[in-house]
Nanobody
């Protein structure tokens, strides 16, 4: 079974930075990709960024391109989301997710971590 443990959320002023971490435990050898999604109050969950395990390809939502960077540490089975130039509209619960090879959806999710950006 998989377990994803997130950390690094918090309160920051607009223009500031935060780094989220997501450590993966369990049968991670079958991982295809890991990524971050977020959900703001009253809104649907949206894609933020993903990184593909096979070649480290990265993909970003247009709203975060140039400000957020996703990266991974193979040895630690950990994915990071470096968030710079944060805006109040980035306020949301950020959740880490993992997709296994041979599947089309992200079936494994972390508990989520709150990011609040004050203006």
């Amino acid at each position: 079974q998989w377990q994803l443990v997130e950390s690094g959320g918090g309160l920051v002023q607009a223009g500031g930075s935060l780094r989220l971490s997501c450590a993966a435990f369990g049968r991670t050898s079958n991982s295809y990709a890991m990524g971050w999604f977020r959900q703001a109050p009253g809104k649907e969950r949206e894609f933020v960024a993903i990184i593909r395990w096979s070649d480290d390809s990265t993909y970003y939502a247009d709203s975060v391109k140039g400000r957020f960077t996703i990266a991974r540490d193979n040895a630690k089975n950990t994915v990071y989301l470096q968030m710079n130039s944060l805006k109040p509209e980035d306020t949301a619960v950020y959740s880490c997710a993992a997709r296994e090879s041979g599947t089309v959806s992200y079936h494994h999710w972390g508990q989520g971590t709150q990011v609040t950006v004050s203006s």
